[in-house]
């Protein structure tokens, strides 16, 4: 008798699992783990890693990982399904039905709609009406949120597709500042760091409430969110503390006389970028420091790339700061609230290698960007 209570038990927290399981993982309009989810891409994610150990190059690499994601969300269905078949077995046999291939049977017939196999009982009778609503319920629930979350990677994918215009493919800051220069469209910079802005917080939003778009890949291999996100928030750090327009505004220091420029737009798109990047990491358990500073935080772009970047900048004739170093200090200030974090969701997504500064196969590229990204999700 007390093995069947706790057969009863343990179907009924094996079933209301299951069904929290469906709620986190699409309804709940909010970050929040689930077991069930994280054990099945987790699971997913170590047979693709050992595919990946014969892929050759970045593009196969990259049309093996397209997979992962949607064959992940696809098994949560089958794997809610036996979780459910399986609960629903303790309560049969929990409540009479006389052997486990027999319970087993009437909840599989019972989830599935088959009608060949049910109890005799009342209850039982109420089980199966329960267990059939259930398996339509996270049916629908699967099939419901899957245009959700492409209208939301399409949204996402937008956006990067016209940075690859503006920026190049691979996408870079120093390209991007140039090409708004030489089209004279430098003044409409403010518009687009508010169009990133907004990039910025449905993104933080999407993946963290339906977390699986983190691994959707691009149409294109060489394009990602990842970089592109990594390309906004450098060209808004090099616009912050190298560029200087005649538009801008100047603000003055509290308790001096100082003014220094600043441009709000340009600022806030950065604050937004990397909140959004470390809220994402924080949903995936990536460790972070919340409050860097650099130098005691280094970073992953090096003095003499900046240079470089002056010195493109100053071939074009874009308007610098005089002093280099103070820029030099400020961009390090800016970059190291985002580093780290890039880095690692870099390595979790499997970006491709992107340099900050693109001029060939090589230049810019830091010993980061050199890494084979570790598939550690």
Known sequence: MLVRILAALLG??????????????????????????????????????????FARDYETRDRIMALYAPISLLALAPVWFALTTLGFTGLYWATGIPDLQTAFTISGSSLLTLGFARGDSLLHTVFAFTEAALGLILVAVLIAYLPTMY????????????????????????????????LGQISRLSAFWSEWETWFVEVEESHTSLSALVFFRSPLPQDNWVNAAA????????????LTLPDELRVSLIGTRQEVPVDANAAICLRSGFLALRHIAEYFSIPFNADPHWPDDPISITRSQFDQAVRMFQLQGLPLRDDLDKAWRDFAGWRVNYDSVLAALRRLTMAPRASWIYDGPS????????????ADG
């Open 12 to 53: 009924l927290i094996i079933v209301a699992a299951t069904v929290l399981s469906a709620v986190r993982t699409f309804v709940l309009p909010r970050a929040a783990h689930d077991p069930i989810t994280r054990i099945v891409f987790r699971g997913l994610r170590r047979v693709f890693d050992f595919r990946l150990r």
């Open 151 to 182: 209208a939301a990677f399409s949204r996402r994918e937008v956006q990067v597709n016209q940075l690859s215009v503006r920026a190049g493919s691979p996408p870079s800051p120093i390209e991007m500042l140039l090409r708004f220069y030489r």
């Open 231 to 242: 390309t906004v928030l450098d060209a808004a750090a090099l616009r912050l503390s190298l």
């Open 363 to 374: 230049i810019g590229v830091t010993p980061r960007d050199l890494e084979t990204p570790p």
